[in-house]
């Protein structure tokens, strides 16, 4: 334990400015991989927190909505990306055949062009928005 006191405070000697006429020497040993591990904590910490903040909720954002594209099925009203809301009448693969508006107009839709699935049975939509 003695040892390992002594190596860090060779480190942290290490890191202090050198007095003029002074000469830089390299730590060695186990001073090196510790001076060393401790030049590479801030871009560590920064990964982490990247990963925390970004990755990780992008991945289950992701997860969720392939859940859902996967879920879909004959019946269900959903809302598509261009903001189109119809109900499915026909699944094939990954193509959706879609009823819209009263005239019941089907529309052909890839599965991935699939916003969300509506809960709400919406037949008049200034009525119910409002």
């Keep these: 334990m003695n ?10 000697a290490a890191a202090t400015p050198l007095p003029e006429g002074a000469e830089a020497v390299a730590p060695t040993g186990l001073a090196a991989v510790i001076y060393y591990a401790i030049q590479f904590l801030p871009m560590i910490l920064i990964f982490v927190v990247f990963y ?32 189109i809301y119809g109900t499915i009448t026909r699944i094939k693969d990954d193509v959706l055949t879609v009823e ?12 991935w062009a699939v916003k969300n699935i509506d ?4 037949t008049n939509d200034a009525e119910q928005l409002i």
């Design 100 to 111: 819209v508006g009263e005239a019941k107009t089907p529309l052909v839709f890839a599965r």
């Design 52 to 83: 925390f903040m970004l990755i990780r909720p992008q991945r289950k954002k992701d997860k969720e909505a392939k859940q859902m594209l996967d879920s879909l099925k004959v019946g269900d009203r959903i809302c598509t990306i261009g903001g």
């Design 119 to 122: 809960t709400l049975s919406i």
């Design 3 to 12: 040892k390992l006191f002594l190596l860090l405070a060779d480190a942290a």
